[in-house]
T-cell receptor
Framework: AQSVTQPDIHITVSEGASLELRCNYSYGATPYLFWYVQSPGQGLQLLLK??????LVQGIKGFEAEFKRSQSSFNLRKPSVHWSDAAEYFCAVGPTGTASKLTFGTGTRLQVTL | GAGVSQSPSNKVTEKGKDVELRCDPI?????LYWYRQRLGQGLEFLIYFQGNSAPDKSGLPSDRFSAERTGESVSTLTIQRTQQEDSAVYLC?????????????FGPGTRLTVL
């Protein structure tokens, strides 16, 4: 069965600092990989996704993520964090083919200090 | 157009009561999903509808949970004889079609509290 691990429950960074959120997955093949952000009182918004091809993917709001097959990882990065980035971030894995359900990690809550 | 909407936004109920949660997907989206998010947890898949195909109910935690969808429109998630462990945020998502590669658009959720 597929699974997703986000080892960091809570991260605090200073505004302007760089950010890396970790995500490791378990899946029998190369899955579809996603990062979602959930701001307080808001629904989940897709930041970026990886299906195939270039292992470095660019997303919205200046985020990027790198797929590393050898490490089963899909870490999310941002070079300079803004206070508005404070939110909860979820990594998710989706199976290839026609099945559709996503498996989510438990999330990482990002706090940004000014 | 409008995004995914859910109602009510909050629901407080007493243990043992039945509740119905509603989801209006994005118009034209054939796929619809329900997830549950317990406090401090990730999202758990509950059920998936795709067009006229039989729904994937593999995530429903017990027979107290059921869901219906009329055509490619509104869906209702029903929880019978609610228990305190059912307290969670219930999220609905839709996508233009099924398949893991299609972006799922999420609604704001319904926060269910069972006293």
């Amino acid at each position: 069965a597929q699974s997703v691990t986000q080892p960091d429950i809570h991260i605090t960074v200073s505004e302007g600092a760089s950010l890396e959120l970790r995500c490791n997955y378990s899946y029998g093949a190369t899955p579809y990989l996603f990062w979602y952000v959930q701001s307080p009182g808001q629904g989940l918004q897709l930041l970026l996704k990886y299906f195939s091809g270039d292992t470095l993917v660019q997303g919205i709001k200046g985020f990027e993520a790198e797929f590393k097959r050898s490490q089963s990882s899909f870490n999310l990065r941002k070079p300079s964090v803004h206070w508005s980035d404070a939110a909860e971030y979820f990594c998710a894995v989706g199976p290839t083919g026609t099945a559709s359900k996503l498996t989510f990690g438990t999330g990482t809550r990002l706090q940004v200090t000014l | 157009g409008a995004g995914v909407s859910q109602s009510p936004s909050n629901k407080v109920t007493e243990k043992g009561k039945d509740v119905e949660l509603r989801c209006d997907p994005i118009s034209g989206h054939t796929a619809l999903y329900w997830y549950r998010q317990r406090l401090g947890q990730g999202l758990e898949f509950l059920i998936y509808f795709q067009g006229n195909s039989a729904p994937d109910k593999s995530g429903l935690p017990s027979d107290r949970f059921s869901a219906e969808r009329t055509g490619e429109s509104v869906s209702t998630l029903t929880i019978q004889r609610t228990q305190q462990e059912d307290s969670a945020v219930y999220l609905c998502a839709s996508s233009s079609q099924g398949g893991g590669y299609n972006e799922q658009f999420f609604g704001p959720g319904t926060r269910l509290t069972v006293l």
